[in-house]
């Protein structure tokens, strides 16, 4: 059945409580907050603004009980839940789009010129570290969701021993990613999508190896 203590525990909740009385002090919403109550004030004109509400930022709370029948019925409903997939389409697209703006255009020449830097490996560098801060920012819009945590630190273990141009083998960089994970969160453990996760990715390594 239902542990609702270790779901609470794994989503780092130590305690419940109700509130009978009380009055608002003081109130600084944090910049992600910001810019969610500002973009969902403009969602509900667009004619996806609810998918793109739960894309961006995480928030599912516009999507109708149709929309979520809907995601059902196709198999699409995981991809509303921000994991690993969004993080590398949002690293991807970014690392694409710069090291070509670097290698391919005038305009990236000219600045590369400018710096008096050389092609070599700057570009490459250059766009890892882009993407990488990218896919950082998306996080941190998206919430940093359990599973978006585990994403982006194995992303960052990634892109860190390819720049430290250290050769490991897909399993050795798959127990890294997971002892950092449960080095920054010990408690993901006790949540599904912890196991889903890398059991998933132990299954891929499996049949390409």
């Known amino acids: 059945g239902f542990n609702q203590q270790r779901y609470y525990i794994h989503r780092h909740i130590v305690g419940k409580g109700q509130v ?3 009055r608002l002090v003081s109130f600084t919403p944090s910049i992600r907050q910001q810019w969610l109550s500002s973009f969902a004030k403009v969602t509900p004109k667009l004619k996806n603004g609810d ?9 599912k709370s516009q999507i109708s009980e149709v929309r979520w ?5 196709t198999g699409t409903g995981h991809l509303i839940a921000i994991s690993g997939l969004h993080l590398s389409v949002v690293f991807g697209l970014v690392f694409i789009c710069c090291f070509g ?3 391919r255009f005038r305009f ?8 008096h830097c050389q092609y070599g490996l700057f570009p490459l ?3 890892l570290t882009l993407a990488t801060t990218m ?5 941190y819009m998206a919430g940093y969701s359990v599973s978006t945590q585990r994403a982006l630190i194995m992303l960052v273990l990634l892109v860190l021993l390819s720049l430290l141009k250290q050769h490991h083998s897909l399993w050795q ?4 990613a997971l002892a950092g994970v449960l080095l920054f969160d010990p408690f993901s453990m006790l949540s599904a999508g912890f196991w889903l996760s890398f059991v998933a990715l132990g299954i891929i390594l499996r049949f390409l190896d």
């Open 125 to 127: 560098y250059a766009s």
């Open 108 to 115: 990236g020449q000219l600045l590369l010129a400018k710096i």
């Open 69 to 73: 029948q809907q995601l059902r019925q």
């Open 20 to 22: 009978k009385q009380a």
């Open 135 to 139: 896919a950082w920012v998306y996080a």
């Open 101 to 103: 703006l670097l290698t």
């Open 173 to 176: 960089r798959l127990m890294y």
């Open 51 to 59: 998918l793109l509400l739960a894309l961006l930022f995480g928030d």
